[in-house]
């Protein structure tokens, strides 16, 4: 079973956030949501109320098979300023292991860390002059190499989908959106 990570912050771009974790969990992943605010519970953008699984300080030191960021803003900026999980994510990175972000996230979070460096992304399409190389910022979804990035509401549940693909393969990626009915 694939352990992933789903950090949410206050702002955070909610449809993004339940999409991500809604379609994952769906796919068979282990999904932990951890809060960088203060509290479990965050309010999104849009002011609905998320409540977290843990406080991404108890996730310093696991190992996740994938962190995906959603994106949103103030809360790309929250993700962006939160010292666990910038050290956490450029430990996964170095390691190889899968991440992504969408919206706000691949400009304002990855990009601002270095870890979009000779990696192609795309992000909410304002944002895209922040991007290290932005030739394929048009494109909905982006996946290279163990980076995968999008751009923004509209494009969450393809962005899901290709996380899907990636841990588990295009079949189950199929299984999880046949009934979802976007296949």
């Given at each position: 079973?694939?352990?992933?990570?789903?950090?949410?912050?206050?702002?955070?771009?909610?449809?993004?956030?339940?999409?991500?974790?809604?379609?994952?969990?769906?796919?068979?992943?282990?999904?932990?949501?951890?809060?960088?605010?203060?509290?479990?519970q965050v309010t999104g953008s849009r002011?609905?109320?998320?409540?977290?699984?843990?406080?991404?300080?108890?996730?310093?030191?696991?190992?996740?098979?994938?962190?995906?960021?959603?994106?949103?803003?103030?809360?790309?900026?929250?993700?962006?300023?939160?010292?666990?999980?910038?050290?956490?994510?450029?430990?996964?990175?170095?390691?190889?292991?899968?991440?992504?972000?969408?919206?706000?996230?691949?400009?304002?979070?990855?990009?601002?860390?270095?870890?979009?460096?000779?990696?192609?992304?795309?992000?909410?399409?304002?944002?895209?002059?922040?991007?290290?190389?932005?030739?394929?910022?048009?494109?909905?979804?982006?996946?290279?190499?163990?980076?995968?990035?999008?751009?923004?509401?509209?494009?969450?549940?393809?962005?899901a989908l290709t996380v899907?693909?990636?841990?588990?393969?295009?079949?189950?990626?199929?299984?999880?959106?046949?009934?979802?009915?976007?296949?």
């Amino acid at each position: 079973m694939a352990k992933v990570l789903v950090p949410i912050a206050d702002g955070i771009e909610e449809l993004e956030s339940v999409t991500i974790i809604d379609v994952l969990r769906r796919a068979g992943a282990q999904v932990t949501v951890a809060s960088v605010s203060a509290a479990l519970q965050v309010t999104g953008s849009r002011k609905t109320k998320l409540v977290a699984d843990a406080m991404i300080q108890d996730c310093a030191g696991m190992t996740f098979d994938a962190i995906i960021l959603p994106g949103g803003m103030p809360g790309a900026e929250h993700l962006r300023d939160s010292t666990p999980l910038i050290e956490l994510l450029k430990q996964h990175v170095q390691a190889g292991r899968l991440y992504g972000a969408i919206c706000a996230s691949p400009a304002v979070v990855l990009a601002r860390h270095g870890l979009l460096k000779d990696r192609k992304a795309t992000c909410y399409p304002s944002m895209e002059t922040q991007l290290p190389d932005a030739s394929a910022a048009a494109k909905r979804v982006v996946v290279d190499h163990h980076c995968i990035t999008s751009q923004g509401p509209g494009t969450a549940i393809d962005f899901a989908l290709t996380v899907v693909e990636a841990l588990f393969g295009a079949e189950r990626r199929r299984q999880v959106a046949e009934p979802m009915l976007v296949v």
